[in-house]
């Protein structure tokens, strides 16, 4: 029997605006009849300097931020189930548990119960991360925190997955690491992905699109020619050069 192909999503936002308000008046108009669409089963990687609207956006999309007017839809449709899961540059780890048991909380929490210990200890050893188990978040690292939140959000099948600048406090090695990571769980389950970041070199190395997301609802959308490993594509620097050229909308 054939397996069933995984249902993707894609993304719509139409003429949203979001506004910051003190009381009644408007302390920073962040978005004003904005329009971005973002392609089903493909990364999506948002570049823009700090203020442009990067985590706003994401959050707008999760449905954690009011909007003062605009419509979101999902595969052409105004869905209100459709199972996103979102990675912070704090981590979204709980704090009182440990690493497996922040694990078993998500699957537990999605009410997913064909994930037996068995699997959740396959997923550990898959991501090297069977002796750090029984650790609370408090005595990670950094990458290691990041990797189990990683971890934690991919386990539950996600049908789209938001990334708030997950990556920009670790280290060279640490986020190498990480991305490798990604890029194997994105071609093994091809959700819909949305990274939010202000490093070039992570845009370019990660995103099927890339988003240029300036201030005052300046945006271009650019489709990345490169092929994987897209920093070792001859045309990587020439590319990177192309986007730094247009960075700062």
């Known amino acids: 029997m054939a397996k069933k192909k995984r249902k993707t999503y894609s993304i719509k936002v139409k003429g949203l605006i979001k506004n910051y308000k003190n009381g009644h008046d408007v302390k920073k108009q962040v978005f004003n009849n904005f329009n971005i669409e973002f392609e089903k089963g493909k990364i999506h990687c948002i570049l823009g ?70 699997y959740i200890e396959e997923i550990l050893k898959k991501h090297n991360l069977t002796e750090y188990k029984d650790f609370y978040p408090f005595e990670l690292s950094v990458g290691l925190k990041q990797k189990v939140a990683l971890c934690k959000a ?54 099927d699109y890339i988003h240029l997301l300036g201030k005052n609802n300046k945006y271009e959308k650019i489709e990345n020619p490169l092929k994987f490993p897209r920093e070792k594509d001859k045309g990587y620097h020439e590319f990177l050069e192309l986007i730094k050229n247009k960075y700062v909308l």
């Open 49 to 118: 300097v700090s203020g442009c609207g990067k985590s706003t956006l994401l959050r707008i999309i999760a449905g954690l931020e009011e909007i003062e007017s605009g419509t979101i839809t999902f595969n052409e449709k105004h869905e209100n189930d459709i199972f996103i899961s979102m990675i912070l540059q704090e981590n979204n780890l709980l704090p009182w548990l440990t690493v497996y048991q922040n694990i078993t909380f998500a699957l537990e929490a999605c009410n997913i119960k064909d994930k037996n210990d068995e």
């Open 154 to 207: 991919i386990i539950t099948k996600p049908k789209i997955v938001l990334l708030d600048e997950p990556f920009c406090a670790l280290d060279f090695i640490s986020k190498e690491n990480i991305h490798e990571i990604f890029l194997n769980e994105f071609s093994k389950e091809q959700f819909t992905s949305i990274l939010s970041t202000h490093y070039l070199e992570e845009a370019v190395k990660l995103g």
